[in-house]
């Protein structure tokens, strides 16, 4: 009987050591995580050309000309990524990212002057700078990143910095303006002010960020993120200037493209699904 009780008092005592650490294990520390997250961009000034030719029509002294100053800035849009992050060290992680970047951008188009008076095509370049000035173009960039995160603690609320570079597809000209004019009843006439027949379809895209994970409860995190995007832009480095070609030929204005590199703060909210953790410590 009395060695019933040493050995039932024994195996409380081994369940009760075996419990304690249980409760006093700390919390587990993700590894590998997959981020979905979306937020908003800021816009900004693109380019701006001060004086750009345009054809207005042919009389029996020669070629007649209007001028217009142009200029394009981008207008406060929205993003969204799919993120995976794997930390090989506690604090230094490798992360690859996929995101729609929206770029959209408005154009500007104002007479330098007055346009000359056209009659017979419904005064066409008038018409057309009036639809170019403050017309909303599509402008996105779909981006594939890579890069490192480092957090300053591993477990709890982690704060984090991260720096990306990568490739960004843009779907559309930065650099195109154009306006349409009604000639007559039937007739609607496209104007370039500046074409972009070749337009940039690849760039370079970086970005620096700061931000927080915030644990949710097994298996989940939310993310905060302040991000400065970086990315290349083309844009009109001068106006186009063969004159002889537009008024003879009918070809377009095309201008010499350049780049410009562009600063988009960003601001985004994520969730992240935590796939793998490693075990909290016991104490």
Request: include cysteine.
């Amino acid at each position: 009987m009395r060695s019933a009780r040493v050995a039932a008092g024994l195996a409380f005592a081994i369940g009760a050591c075996l419990a304690r650490p249980v409760q006093a294990q700390t919390a587990g520390q993700p590894n590998l995580i997959f981020t979905i997250a979306g937020g908003v961009l800021t816009g900004g000034d693109l380019w701006s050309l001060p004086r750009q030719l345009v054809y207005s029509e042919q009389t029996g002294s020669g070629n007649v000309w209007d001028t217009a100053a142009l200029g394009r800035k981008l207008h406060s849009g929205f993003l969204a990524t799919l993120t995976a992050t794997y930390f090989w060290t506690p604090h230094v992680a490798l992360t690859a990212e996929a995101g729609f970047f929206g770029l959209e951008n408005e154009s500007s188009c104002a007479p330098v002057g007055a346009f000359n008076p056209t009659p017979f095509n419904n005064n066409q370049n008038a018409q057309a700078c009036s639809g170019a000035q403050g017309a909303n173009l599509p402008g996105n960039a779909e981006g594939l990143l890579a890069g490192l995160t480092y957090r300053v603690t591993t477990r709890g609320v982690q704060p984090y910095l991260r720096a990306e570079i990568g490739a960004a597809s843009l779907s559309s000209s930065f650099v195109e303006t154009a306006g349409q004019a009604l000639v007559n009843d039937t007739t609607v006439s496209t104007v370039y002010f500046l074409a972009d027949e070749n337009h940039k379809e690849l760039t370079w895209m970086a970005s620096l960020g700061a931000g927080l994970m915030l644990p949710l409860g097994p298996g989940y995190q939310l993310r905060f993120e302040a991000r400065d995007i970086i990315i290349s832009l083309p844009r009109p480095s001068g106006p186009a200037t063969d004159t002889g070609r537009i008024a003879n030929v009918g070809a377009l204005p095309d201008p010499p493209i350049g780049t410009r590199i562009v600063h988009v703060p960003s601001f985004t909210i994520g969730l992240d699904v935590v796939l793998e953790q490693r075990r909290g410590h016991r104490y």
